[in-house]
């Protein structure tokens, strides 16, 4: 009997170009196991973003279209389907900068996400689950967002996603303007929500350190180029990482594209 996990989520060779000229994805490709922890890693404008937008259809907005490959969910193609039917199929994205409604209230920015869904009695017991893991919410539940502390908007944006139900949710950099302790107090909910819940995540972040620590598997990602992946605990051994993405190097090198074998490495670029 094989252990391999079911992947959940297939990229596969997409292209992205932005406003019907700028090329930013260049034929990312990456798997998402079923219950696991992901994440693409990468500097700024290396394009995690795009991959996530990619995937939850959100690009329109931004005049980006996918233009090459195939996305799929659970082996079904998903690239013409609305960000509501995504969410219907389980698939919700935390926007990077977390997007709270800064007039709402803490709980009424919850029970936005939760506004496909119908059964008034199983969004209640959803809305206790989210305060369960953050507690933090709970406390300040009649607080208007624009006063609540950086750390308890990204808390109060994954709890609206989660209030979708979703069984895989795209993460954007939510680390982003926190503080270290705060940062680990995300990740730790996170890893707790992917354990009990078996909520699958796939979190797009610049904090290399902290999303190696939780996830499982890494994406490293430059000029919209998967260079590198492998199992979180090997990157993490990785010499090259430890001196391009983990502040231990001092070097002169500072990315693959300084390495010799960085073509090599190129491996998703048929
Ligand atoms: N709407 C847009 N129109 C044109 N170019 C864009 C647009 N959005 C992003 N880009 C470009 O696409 C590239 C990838 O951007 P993206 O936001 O995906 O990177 P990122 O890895 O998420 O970076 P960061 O860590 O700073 O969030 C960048 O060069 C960026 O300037
Ligand atoms: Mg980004």
Known sequence: MSTTPNIVLNVNGIEVIYNHVILVLKGVSLNVPEGKIAAILGGNGAGKTTTLRAISNLLKGERGEVTKGSIELRGERIENLSPADLVQKGVVQVMEGRHCFAHLTIE?????????????????????????????????????????????????????????????????????GLAPQIVEEVFEIVKDLNTKEKVTFLIAEQNTNMALKYADYGYIMESGRIVMDGAASDLRNNEDVKEFYLGMGGGERKSFKDVKSYKRRKRWLA
């Open 108 to 176: 009424e920015n919850l029970m936005t996400g939760s506004y496909t869904r119908t059964d008034k009695a199983e969004v209640a017991r959803n809305l206790e689950k989210v305060y369960n893991y953050f507690p933090r919410l709970k406390t300040r539940r009649t607080s208007q967002a624009a006063y609540t502390s950086g750390g308890e908007q990204q808390m109060c944006a994954i709890g609206r996603a989660l209030m979708a139900n979703p069984s895989v949710v795209l993460l954007d950099e939510p680390s982003m």
